[in-house]
């Protein structure tokens, strides 16, 4: 079995790949040879050290999301095949979970039979472990806390991120109007032509120079001069969250699920007459929403990207060797979609 291990906080020097001998399931567990990865932003700040929470004290795996093939079973476990195509439970690699490997940086993972969801046939092996951070963060709080529908105007900033053309879909899906903002205006073409990036428009806030543009008139045209009723951002400081604000529609909310800005004082005067909120979103509280709430949300994802109503984007595919070289890649910001791990 292969393994990423990071020895110690720092770059990408630090994660290291080990060879072990390929662990026998335990009662109750199903060996699943991993056949992709999700790379995630918290990967990378788990390894400098700025997750801990996530990562705990080195040598750790790093890996939030995977899925593959069973591989073997444990003892007593009637329920699955060898040969199931499966999406481990985004539960499965929380580090409290004692009942499997962790991490999902590996080639082979242990975990318990009910936490292997069967894989509809219509999801692709390399999406297989890629799909729980972008949509169940999309999901979450579109569909969960917020309940769009039609008539809501949805804007959707780093549009090109994996959660961002994730939420795309599910915008898209509920019937509201959906708008993308990038930064970088070369990726606008590529996303414009895209079939899975379901958005209605796509708004450029910078400029080919760095330049912040003037996307506040360009939201009023497109809404009308209503404004954006749900803000779904990853960015959310200074200037940026500033701009967010004032185009927010009467009783509008920015959910918060990021912080890719720089933290900045904001002028928040407009919530108050227009009687608007922002709000923090974190993934993690489907999860503490018991197990009915992540059944029903794992449930109806999977069923979507099943039945191809939700399709993952996935950007670019590395080996599980090359792990350092991907989160290199994600630290630019050039790609647009989900980066995988592939052992
Ligand atoms: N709260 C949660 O539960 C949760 C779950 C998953 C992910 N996240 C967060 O969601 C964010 C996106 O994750 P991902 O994996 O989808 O990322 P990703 O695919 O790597 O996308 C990142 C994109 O964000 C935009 N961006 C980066 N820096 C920016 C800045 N300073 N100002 C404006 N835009 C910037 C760029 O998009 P453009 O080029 O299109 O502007 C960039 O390509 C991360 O911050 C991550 O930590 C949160």
Same mark, same amino acid.
């Given at each position: ?16 790949? /080990? ?14 040879? /991993?056949?992709?990865?999700? %790379? ?32 073997? %079973?444990?003892?007593?476990?009637? &329920? ?22 962790g991490g999902t940086y590996r080639s082979h993972y242990l975990v318990l039979a009910e936490q292997a969801l069967p ?35 949805v804007a959707i900033p780093a549009a090109s991120s994996s959660v961002g053309l994730a939420a795309s879909q599910v ?9 993308? &903002?990038?930064?970088? +205006?070369? !990726?606008?073409?590529? %996303? ?12 450029? &806030? ?16 497109? &809404? ?38 720089? +933290? ?54 590395? !080996? ?8 290199? !890649?994600m630290s630019e910001g050039q790609h647009i979609g989900k980066l995988v791990l592939v052992p």
């Amino acid at each position: 079995m292969k393994s990423v291990v990071v020895k110690a906080f720092g770059g990408v020097d630090q994660m290291h790949l /080990l060879e072990e001998p390929t662990p026998e399931p335990g009662p109750g567990q199903v060996r699943v040879r /991993l056949k992709s990865i999700g %790379l995630n932003h918290a990967d990378l700040m788990a390894r400098k050290g700025e997750y801990k929470l996530y990562s705990g004290e080195p040598p750790f795996t790093p890996g939030l999301e995977g899925g593959g093939v069973i591989e073997a %079973l444990g003892e007593g476990v009637t &329920t699955r095949t060898v040969g199931q195509r499966v999406v481990l439970s985004a539960d499965a690699p929380r580090r409290r979970n004692r009942n499997s490997s962790g991490g999902t940086y590996r080639s082979h993972y242990l975990v318990l039979a009910e936490q292997a969801l069967p894989a509809p046939d219509g999801l692709p092996d390399d999406a297989l472990g890629a799909v729980w951070l972008p949509y169940l963060t999309a999901w979450g709080c579109l569909v969960w806390k917020q309940n769009i529908g039609e008539g809501d105007i949805v804007a959707i900033p780093a549009a090109s991120s994996s959660v961002g053309l994730a939420a795309s879909q599910v915008a898209h899906e509920r019937g509201a109007k959906v708008i993308g &903002t990038t930064t970088h +205006p070369a !990726k606008a073409e590529e %996303l414009r032509a895209m079939p899975e990036a379901k958005f209605d428009h796509i708004v450029v &806030t910078r400029d080919a120079d760095g330049n912040d543009t003037d996307w506040y008139h360009e939201l009023r045209k497109l &809404t009308a001069g209503r404004g954006v009723n749900v803000f779904f951002d990853p960015v959310a400081a200074g200037a940026f969250l500033d701009t967010e604000i004032r185009s927010l529609a009467n009783y509008g909310t920015i959910w918060v699920y990021g912080l890719l800005g720089k +933290p900045a004082k904001v002028d928040v005067s407009p919530l108050i007459r227009k009687h608007a909120s922002i709000r923090g979103w974190v993934l993690g509280e489907i999860m503490d929403g018991g197990p009915e709430t992540l059944e029903r949300a794992e449930r109806e994802i999977l069923e979507a990207l099943g039945e191809g109503r939700y399709k993952l984007c996935i950007a670019e595919r590395f !080996k599980l060797e090359d792990a350092a070289r991907a989160h290199e !890649k994600m630290s630019e910001g050039q790609h647009i979609g989900k980066l995988v791990l592939v052992p």
